[in-house]
C-alpha cells in the first residue's frame, strides 16, 4: 500500500500531467470557464476507485489561446511533459471536428513511467476530457482516473486565472 506522502506525490504528478495546454479549441467560445474535475485512483486492478481530489475552478480562456487547438492536438501535451524532463511518445492519434484521443506513453525524468489514454470532446460551451493514467514509481503501479467537466459561463472577470 503506498505511503500518505507517496499517494500525495504521485497526485500532484497526475495534476501535472492534466493537459492545462489543452483546455481549449477554436470551437470553444473565449471567455469565462467553470472546470470541474475530480480525480480517482487504485492501487491495484482489482481495488476500488477512490477519489483523490475534487476541484471548481473558473478560468478565461482568451480567443488566442483557443487558437492553438490544443484540446485536440496531442503534441501539445508531449511539448508540456519534456519541458519537465520527460521522453514521451504518442500513438493512436484519432480526431474528428469535435473529438480527439491518444495514447501517450512517458519515462519520468527519475526513471518512472506514465502511460496515458486521453480523450477529448469540446463544443462552443462545453468540454469534456477523460485520462485514464498507469503511473510505475518504485515497481508499484497506480492506476489513476482524471475527468475534467466544463461550461462556459459568461465574460471573464478579474479573479480568474487567465489562459
Known amino acids: 500500500?503506498?505511503?500518505?506522502?507517496?499517494l500525495q506525490r504521485l497526485v500532484l504528478a497526475a495534476l501535472a500531467t492534466l493537459p492545462l495546454a489543452s483546455i481549449a479549441s477554436p470551437?470553444?467560445?473565449a471567455g469565462g470557464w467553470e472546470m470541474k474535475l475530480v480525480?480517482?485512483?487504485?492501487?491495484?486492478?482489482?481495488?476500488?476507485?477512490?477519489?483523490?481530489?475534487?476541484?471548481?475552478?473558473?478560468?478565461c480562456l482568451s480567443k488566442e489561446f483557443l487558437a492553438k487547438d490544443p484540446y485536440l492536438t496531442p503534441g501539445i501535451d508531449r511539448d508540456k511533459m519534456e519541458k519537465k524532463g520527460?521522453?514521451?511518445?504518442?500513438?493512436?492519434?484519432?480526431?474528428?471536428?469535435?473529438?480527439?484521443?491518444w495514447k501517450m506513453s512517458c519515462t519520468l525524468p527519475d526513471g518512472n513511467s506514465a502511460d496515458m489514454f486521453i480523450n477529448?470532446?469540446?463544443?462552443?460551451?462545453?468540454?469534456?476530457?477523460?485520462?485514464?493514467?498507469?503511473?510505475?514509481?518504485?515497481?508499484?503501479?497506480?492506476?489513476?482516473k482524471?475527468?475534467?467537466k466544463a461550461s462556459h459561463i459568461g465574460g471573464c472577470t478579474a479573479d480568474m486565472m487567465s489562459l
Open 39 to 59: 480525480l480517482t485512483a487504485r492501487e491495484t486492478a482489482s481495488g476500488p476507485f477512490k477519489t483523490v481530489s475534487e476541484n471548481t475552478s473558473r478560468v
Open 27 to 29: 470551437l470553444m467560445q
Open 1 to 6: 500500500m503506498y505511503s500518505p506522502a507517496l
Open 86 to 101: 520527460a521522453k514521451c511518445s504518442i500513438s493512436d492519434p484519432k480526431r474528428t471536428d469535435t473529438n480527439a484521443s
Open 146 to 148: 482524471i475527468n475534467l
Open 120 to 144: 477529448n470532446t469540446v463544443s462552443a460551451r462545453s468540454l469534456r476530457s477523460s485520462i485514464d493514467q498507469v503511473i510505475q514509481k518504485d515497481g508499484q503501479a497506480l492506476q489513476m
